[in-house]
């Protein structure tokens, strides 16, 4: 499953780690937890004209109590920040598998509230 880890990452909530990779951070709030994930552009699913999670982790979210997903994603000039609630990633999320990795979540950015930090 995931394992999180008792320090910070990047000074803010626990550290998500899956096989090895950081996937990004937890931040407790008061009803549950927001996670927040690193992207870069180059991970944008042009055929689906979105952002991908691996769902086994999105599952164990759920059953933890995460209620947002925030999506960072960093690009040569600016960041973009994709917030969403993670019942939006269940109900709307395309499954995607390709044989090198775990089955995905493709979550449209039309499901998303999006903004932009220069």
């Given at each position: 499953m995931v394992e999180?880890?008792?320090?910070e990452f990047g000074g803010k909530g626990k550290q998500v780690?899956?096989?090895?990779k950081k996937l990004g951070y937890l931040?407790?709030?008061k009803f549950g937890y927001t996670f927040?994930?690193?992207k870069k552009k180059e991970h944008f699913f042009w055929q689906y004209l979105g952002y991908a999670l691996n769902k086994?982790?999105?599952?164990y979210f759920k059953q933890i109590g995460v209620k947002k997903i925030i999506l960072k994603v960093r690009g040569k000039k600016n960041t973009e920040i994709y917030t969403s609630t993670i019942d939006?990633?269940?109900n709307y999320?395309?499954?995607y598998r390709h044989p090198n990795y775990e089955p995905q979540l493709v979550l449209p950015i039309k499901?998303?509230?999006a903004h932009v930090i220069k």
């Open positions: 999180l880890l008792d320090k780690i899956w096989r090895g931040i407790p709030e927040v994930a690193l086994q982790m999105l599952e939006k990633w269940f999320g395309i499954t499901y998303m509230e």
